[in-house]
């Protein structure tokens, strides 16, 4: 147990709708990061937010976002949901923002778009 | 465009021997590598990691080995034990952006 929850384990939606992935850090960790795993390719760096700030942003698509709240848990938004957004998303923490840390990964959220 | 590649899909290796992962990069601008495991309906944990500025690190049974000439890395299990059975993703370090190559699925056979 990594310390890091995520919520809800799986989701299924269709096409155009809008979803809500919810993402607890460990205790004390002040950086989140989201990662999206697609059946056939590697864990795609998605956005990450440091003590409530956007810090880096990575493949991230326009009708997806995210933020970090003052009790520093993230939520992860997709709207205009296609098929090909199915997908495993995985939220990390880390205490520090930089990327040289170990980062501390949850269990994941399987979205199925149909 | 794929700047972190796991050219072996999977690796099966009998108990007791050495697992060989390896993973080639494009970018010269990564400038730390890390490898996480990965099982099944759970993240993936953190194993070790390089600087750009070494050529090896050892934590136990997992020695990883960076070759900048050839933008090479790769991690060494030995012995090789069952439970090391996982996916495993490499990952570099540019700036603010982490990228994960595909993973690579090891069986460990008793």
């Known amino acids: 147990d990594s310390g890091v929850t995520q919520t809800p384990k799986h989701l299924i939606t269709a096409t155009g709708q809008r979803v809500t992935l919810r993402c607890s850090p460990r205790s004390g960790d002040l950086s989140v990061y989201w990662y999206q795993q697609s059946l056939d390719q590697g864990l795609q760096f998605l956005i990450q937010?440091?003590?409530?700030?956007?810090?880096a942003k990575g493949n991230i698509l326009e009708r997806f976002s995210a933020q970090q709240f003052p009790d520093l848990h993230s939520e992860l938004n997709l709207s205009s949901l296609e098929l090909g957004d199915s997908a495993l998303y995985f939220c990390?923490?880390?205490?520090?923002?930089?990327?040289?840390?170990?980062?501390?990964f949850g269990p994941g959220t399987r979205l199925t778009v149909l | 465009d794929q700047q972190v590649k796991q050219n072996s899909p999977s690796l099966s290796v009998q108990e007791g021997r050495i697992s060989i992962l390896n993973c080639d990069y494009t970018?010269?601008?990564?400038?730390?590598f890390l490898w996480y495991k990965k099982y099944p309906a759970e993240g993936p944990t953190f194993l070790i990691s390089i600087s750009s500025i070494k050529d090896k690190n050892e934590d136990g049974r997992f020695t990883v080995f960076l070759n900048k000439s050839a933008k090479h890395l790769s991690l060494h299990i030995v012995p090789s034990q069952p439970g090391d059975s996982a996916v495993y993703f490499c990952a570099a370090k540019a700036g603010n952006m982490l990228t994960f190559g595909g993973g690579t699925r090891l069986m460990v056979k008793p």
């Open positions: 970018n010269s601008m990564f400038d730390y």
């Open positions: 990390a923490s880390s205490y520090t923002g930089g990327m040289y840390n170990e980062q501390f």
């Open positions: 937010y440091y003590n409530g700030e956007e810090r």
